[in-house]
């Protein structure tokens, strides 16, 4: 198990995502646009990040840019989300400093074993 922050600006896709996660064991914080979603990394060191890329204020690449140039928050792990399946996509979360990402709509045993990959200790089992 494990805390994590999710940063999504779609209060519905917020709401599906967080029950999921937490259903499955998961502490889940989280924040709305790129500038509270740093904040709340600042503050709350959670164990891992879920980030959606196209965000309010500051989007995802940036967001994570900054999270992974700031030595209080650079070893949290970012899964970047995001609807747009494009490999340039991809390949900018990366150059953005993500470790990992995901496409939307999520498919959540795929997202799990990534969780479970970064999180050391997560104990998470994915196919269950
Ligand atoms: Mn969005």
Known sequence: MARI????DNAMNLDMLSRR??????????AGDGRSGIDTARAEQPELILMDLSLP???GWEATRRLKADAATAAIPVIALTAHAMDGDREKAVEAGCD???T???DL????????ALVPGDGTDAGH
């Not at 996660?21 to 989280?30: E, M, N, Q, S, V």
Request: charged share 25%.
């Open 5 to 8: 922050l999710i940063v999504e």
């Open 21 to 30: 996660l937490a259903r499955r064991g998961h502490t889940i914080l989280t």
């Open 57 to 59: 204020e500051i989007d």
């Open 100 to 102: 990992d990402y995901a």
């Open 104 to 106: 939307k709509p999520i």
């Open 109 to 116: 045993p795929a997202l799990l074993a990534k969780i479970a």
